[in-house]
T-cell receptor, first 114, second 113 residues
Framework: DTEVTQTPKHLVMGMTNKKSLKCEQH?????MYWYKQKAKKPPELMFV???????INESVPSRFSPECPNSSLLNLHLHALQPEDSALYLC?????????????FGSGTRLTVV | GENVEQHPSTLSVQEGDSAVIKCTYS??????FPWYKQELGKGPQLIID?????GEKKDQRIAVTLNKTAKHFSLHITETQPEDSAVYFC????????????FGAGTRLFVKA
């Protein structure tokens, strides 16, 4: 299995809602990432988990809360989002050293905040 | 801070022609350079990569070259096909530098049939 699976594919949520994005991989990768991508821009790093521990938090607002329940799963909990948070949210995984290996990305969750 | 510049931002070629995308990186400690292809509605897909101990790498119709002295690397696509139309991102990272990968701004490639 060489895929990263993200659910849901599309999500529309109000500013007072709480929702979660889910990501799953079965490649044995021990580094997992959340990226945010705006239209016509490159992905922006949000969080990195290495061996299920949070390794990097790129000063992301607390309304985004990551969670890594086990080596295959990565969640992103969303609460009180703003319209400017609307974007494509990408999950990725890689070998645990991170910088020396390519990433396998999921297809993303297209999030719209209304 | 570290950055990766990518040119051109848009490239339009006729089917069968070659396409070249160029990137320049600023961090001299970077030693791993992947290229990603992103089709509409999908996540980026790794298509080829090169490490700093290699000057060139080829995989069928795509090739990547690296000039460490000039801190330049390029993607070459030969015999382009309409399915090559996508956004291409170059990136740079350090194999021992943690988890940060610096992406270029992207090149939108159009291949006209």
């Amino acid at each position: 299995d060489t895929e990263v699976t993200q659910t849901p594919k599309h999500l529309v949520m109000g500013m007072t809602n709480k929702k979660s994005l889910k990501c799953e991989q079965h490649m044995g990768h021990r580094a997992m990432y959340w990226y945010k991508q705006k239209a016509k821009k490159p992905p922006e790093l949000m969080f990195v988990y290495s061996y299920e521990k949070l390794s990097i938090n790129e000063s992301v607002p607390s309304r985004f809360s990551p969670e890594c329940p086990n080596s295959s799963l990565l969640n992103l909990h969303l609460h009180a989002l703003q319209p400017e948070d609307s974007a494509l949210y990408l999950c990725a995984s890689s070998q645990p050293t991170g910088g020396g290996y390519g990433y396998t990305f999921g297809s993303g969750t297209r999030l719209t905040v209304v | 801070g570290e950055n990766v510049e990518q040119h051109p931002s848009t490239l339009s070629v006729q089917e069968g022609d070659s396409a070249v995308i160029k990137c320049t990186y600023s961090d001299s400690a970077s030693n791993y350079f992947p290229w990603y292809k992103q089709e509409l509605g999908k996540g980026p897909q790794l298509i080829i990569d090169i490490r700093s101990n290699v000057g060139e790498k080829k995989d069928q119709r795509i090739a990547v070259t690296l000039n460490k002295t000039a801190k330049h690397f390029s993607l070459h696509i030969t015999e382009t096909q309409p399915e090559d139309s996508a956004v291409y991102f170059c990136a740079a990272s350090r194999s021992t530098g943690g988890f940060k990968t610096i992406f270029g701004a992207g090149t939108r490639l159009f291949v006209k049939a």
